[in-house]
Each structure stands twice: as C-alpha cells, then as structure tokens.
C-alpha cells in the first residue's frame, strides 16, 4: 500500500496495540485480523503494550506468557514488533543466571 503522504526516511508508521485479556482483543482472529491490517504497511513498527492494573477496572492485561503468544503471531507473521521496556526488562530477569 502507498502511504497517502511523502515518504521520509526520518518518518516512520508505528502502530500501537494494547492488549487486553479475556478475549477483549487477545484471541487469534483478533491478531490476526489486525495483522492483515497492518502488513500492508510496509516498515511499519508495531509496538505491543500492555495495560497497568488499575482498582475497579474491568480490564486485565494478558498473562506473560499470552503476551509472548501474540508477540510470536506478529513476529512470525514478519511484522517489526517492539514490546513494552517493562516486559523487555522482566524477560532478561527471567533470563539472567544467577551463581551462589
């Protein structure tokens, strides 16, 4: 797809998508609809967030490990995907090896 203005190398498209859970825009046909949506946007970046829990709200952010199925979906779908710094930091923690 064309982009409806001119192209600049300092300009770029990013999507932001707020995951939320319990089927709200978390299920496989909900990515993958928007994955159709923004694939024609060729370099275009997408930055997957989630939401903060906040008292009385009746929305929920994903387990980790739903956030890391959506993030493989986009990936996979070869989509250039950034993840909230918060989950980029609570990976390598997860990651790090630790000697006692």
Do not use: Q
Not at 21 to 47: L, M, P, R, S, W
Not at 85 to 94: E, G, I, L, V
């Amino acid at each position: 797809m064309e982009y409806p203005f001119k192209k600049n190398r300092r300009r770029k498209i990013g999507f932001n998508y707020l995951l939320f859970k319990g089927g709200v825009n978390d299920t496989e046909a909900e990515i993958e609809a928007f994955i159709d949506i923004v694939a024609e946007y060729d370099g275009a970046t997408i930055h997957l967030l989630y939401c903060n829990p906040v008292e009385k709200s009746n929305f929920k952010s994903p387990s980790d490990e739903d956030r890391d199925k959506v993030y493989n979906m986009l990936v996979e779908a070869g989509l250039n995907v950034r993840r909230a710094n918060r989950w980029r930091k609570s990976k390598k923690k997860a990651a790090a090896v630790h000697f006692f």
